[in-house]
């Protein structure tokens, strides 16, 4: 498996070389400072490749492996009379992307928010930090500092007399917090969203049901799937996370029966999966190594974490990689497994790239003055990457001593 991490650019505290001592072969990157729904220039893309591999001549060499994300544009997913025009920029974005050698694409198709947690800073028994979601306090904040209208049905009775009765002990520093934490916005975005505006843009949504969001996104997947695979591109779409809905917007990427049936939707490799056993793997109902096995063939992209259910099933946090309710090893043999299968069939591509999502902060990565997007701090996904990396390893010598 190809091992990668996420680089948010030039101002990432993180820095490329930090990737290359890591271990890392690939960099997923995307160009954030251009607006959503614009055509991604050749020049632009070419730039950003030449910051990754400007050490390349002295250094181990690193290159542009995977793009996450190219968003895709609200108006889309929305079905806007505009999404014609947005659909085909992104197509004119992937030709482009192809013809400057980069081939794999995640995206996702959640509507407004990107991933959600409640904490940013959840202290573990060993001291790092971790990201969590906690249910009651995502409920607080929808009944009682949104106001969310109609929010009340979206929740167990106890759930919302609990939330409100914790409100009333809540500071105002402590709502401004929690409200900052759950409007993050996407990673790597200048700014996070607004409390004052952010309902009219869940208002945007008042006429699309879970129904209608599949078919706008089985409509996106058909218009750019035969580009794609003209080009030569895999797309890969990345789960919801977590896998279901918030603010009374519909998910429509969160179980095995989502992603077959938006596989289904255009039947063709070029339309893939990003396999994010995180974002699956808060749903017991999903048998992470068993749709490994069922959708091995158009599985283009890892992210390989763990997450770790509470006593309230909605309630999570980022476990350690190797630990939680993802069952690792049995994920990892079944992606090298499948590696191994577009070997023996002659594919042409037949390495997956991988890369350790959410790390914990740690060690130095505690106490530094440096600013990381949340998740991605660089200690924490060094030894993420490295635990992940022993693990294939080990898998690979035992599957080989037969």
């Known amino acids: 498996m190809l091992p990668t991490m996420r680089w948010f650019g030039p101002t990432d505290p993180t820095s490329l070389a930090d990737l290359r001592q890591a271990g890392c072969v690939g960099v997923v990157t995307a160009l954030h400072h251009l607006p959503v729904g614009a055509v991604w220039p050749v020049a632009e893309i070419q730039a950003h490749q030449q910051l990754i591999e ?4 002295t250094h181990s060499p690193l290159y542009w492996a995977v793009v996450e994300s190219l968003p895709v544009h609200e108006d889309i997913k929305k079905g806007k009379p505009t999404r014609d025009e947005l659909i085909a920029n992104y197509q004119q974005s992937l030709r482009h992307l192809a013809a400057c050698g980069v081939h794999t694409v995640c995206y996702n198709f959640m509507p407004v928010l990107d991933w959600s947690r409640t904490d940013l800073r959840y202290e573990l028994p060993d001291g790092s930090r ?5 249910w009651q306090d995502f409920a607080l904040f929808d009944l009682c500092i949104l106001q969310r209208p109609g929010a009340a049905a979206d929740y167990e009775p106890a759930v919302a007399a609990a939330a409100r009765a914790q409100f009333a002990r809540l500071t105002p520093a402590e709502a401004r917090g929690l409200t900052d934490t759950i409007l993050l916005g996407l990673p790597g975005a200048e700014e996070s969203f ?3 505006g952010f309902q009219a843009m869940l208002d945007e949504y008042k006429e699309v049901d879970a129904a209608t969001l599949r078919e706008h996104l089985h409509y996106f997947l058909r218009a750019v799937g035969p580009v794609a695979a003209e080009v030569g591109v895999r797309l890969c779409i990345h789960p919801d996370d977590p896998p279901f809905p918030l603010l009374g917007l519909p998910r429509v990427v969160s179980t095995e029966a989502d992603l077959a049936d938006l596989l289904a ?5 070029a339309n893939g999966l990003t396999f994010c056993t995180g974002s699956l793997g808060v749903r017991p109902d999903n048998d992470l190594a068993g749709m490994v096995r069922r959708f091995g ?3 283009h992209f890892a992210h390989l974490r763990s997450t770790r259910r509470e006593a309230n099933p909605r309630n999570f946090y980022e476990a350690d990689h190797l630990a939680g309710d993802v069952d690792m090893y049995a994920v990892v043999r079944a992606l090298v497994e499948e590696e191994l299968r577009r070997e023996a069939a002659g594919e042409e591509v037949t390495t997956l790239p991988l890369r350790p999502d959410h790390g914990h902060q740690l060690l130095s990565d505690l106490n530094t003055n440096q600013i990381t997007y949340p998740g991605y701090s660089a200690i924490g996904r060094l030894r993420g990457l490295a635990e992940l990396r022993g693990l294939e390893l080990g898998i690979r010598r035992s599957l080989a001593a037969g």
Do not use: E, G, K, T
């Open 54 to 57: 400007a050490d390349n001549a």
């Open 130 to 134: 971790a990201l969590r979601f906690v």
């Open 194 to 196: 607004q409390l004052a």
């Open 265 to 269: 939707a255009y039947d063709h490799p």
């Open 297 to 299: 063939p158009r599985i």
